[in-house]
């Protein structure tokens, strides 16, 4: 039986494969098929006795359950261990019930992995108020690896740094905008942000700060609609930036959200590919491999 391999959901084969080719270890995708009434069979075709499992968990309710189904397959083949890789995490900002009744879905998804799996290692999970992922997965080794050195290679990579200023789009961006701009040294200013809905914000920009004729490269870890970044090209645009980007990690926008975000004056946004997206411009596989082999011993 080999020692290490690694097994992939059908929407992540692509990555997966960059990620076996790094390791230079065999992969295998995971098969499903959905019956009529919306069960679905899970196939797996072999396992190691160190599997790892490939599944980025966007698209979460669609995902989870052929995923547990997965693990479970992999085991009766004969995997002692099986390793998570799911570079986007779901349902991790939900750390508390702000309203009574309400699901606490960090919590929930924790005890629902946990069984199946005996290790985690995801990228830049969006944990709020819980700022250690072992506190959300108490019961297994989890690894949470930065995407900030990625972003600031891509910087540095393009060569374009005369007059950039980093933005943060807001509070929660400070930290992480903060590193991004460090590795690139590259000076950087974080907005204020008050959300009112899911896509009605209000952005500032501190008065001291002057961005006028700057070339300005949004930071964040996650777009989802993107509506923090319009608003933020919006003002920005307002108050002379001449010219607006957009750099992520995690890029769960809709071709539609794009549109949007060009039209508030976002030339290009450009993600890592934990989420499979048009716009990938990082490749996250030499970060996991790195992980990856130190972690299993290779």
């Known amino acids: ?22 390791m230079n270890i ?32 966007n698209d979460p309710n669609e995902k ?5 189904l997965a693990a479970s397959a992999l085991r009766d083949l004969g995997a002692e261990e099986i390793i998570l890789v799911a570079p986007y995490l779901c349902y991790m ?3 508390k019930a702000f309203h009574r009744g309400e699901a606490v879905s960090q919590r929930v998804i924790a ?41 600031a290679e891509l910087i540095d990579r393009d060569g374009a740094k005369e007059n950039m200023l980093l933005v943060g789009p807001d509070q929660e961006a400070g930290a992480w905008t903060k590193a991004v701009a460090e590795r690139a040294q590259l000076p950087y200013v974080i907005l204020t ?18 961005v006028r004729g700057k070339h300005v490269c949004l930071i964040d870890d996650v777009v989802s609609t993107g509506a923090t970044l319009a ?52 490749s996250i596989a030499p970060m996991l491999a790195g992980a990856l082999v130190q972690e299993l011993g290779r």
């Not at 942000?193 to 002057?210: N, Q, S, T």
């Not at 645009?237 to 004056?265: F, N, P, W, Y």
Request: hydrophobic share 45%; with cysteine; proline share 5%.
């Open 1 to 22: 039986m080999k020692n290490i391999s690694i097994a992939a959901m059908p929407n992540d084969i692509p990555s997966a494969r960059r990620l076996a080719m790094a």
């Open 26 to 57: 065999e992969f295998a995708p995971i098969e499903l098929r959905d019956f009529p009434d919306g069960e679905t069979l899970v196939r797996a075709s072999d396992a190691a006795r160190k599997t790892i499992l490939y599944c980025s968990l």
């Open 64 to 68: 989870l359950a052929p995923l547990v």
């Open 93 to 95: 900002r939900q750390d």
């Open 111 to 151: 005890k629902l992995l946990s069984p199946w799996i005996d290790q985690l290692v995801t990228v830049e999970p969006h944990l709020h108020r819980v700022k250690d992922l072992g506190s959300v997965f108490p019961d297994i080794k989890s690894i949470s690896l930065s995407g900030a050195l990625l972003l």
């Open 193 to 210: 942000k008050k959300r009112l809905g899911d896509r009605d914000v209000r952005i500032a920009l501190p008065k001291e700060v002057a």
């Open 231 to 282: 608003f933020a090209a919006m003002l920005l645009r307002e108050q002379g930036a001449a010219m607006i980007e957009a750099l992520t990690v995690h890029a769960l926008c809709s071709s539609e959200d794009l549109k949007h975000l060009k039209a508030a004056g976002i030339t290009r946004l450009r993600s890592t590919d934990t989420v499979c997206h048009k716009t990938n411009a990082i």
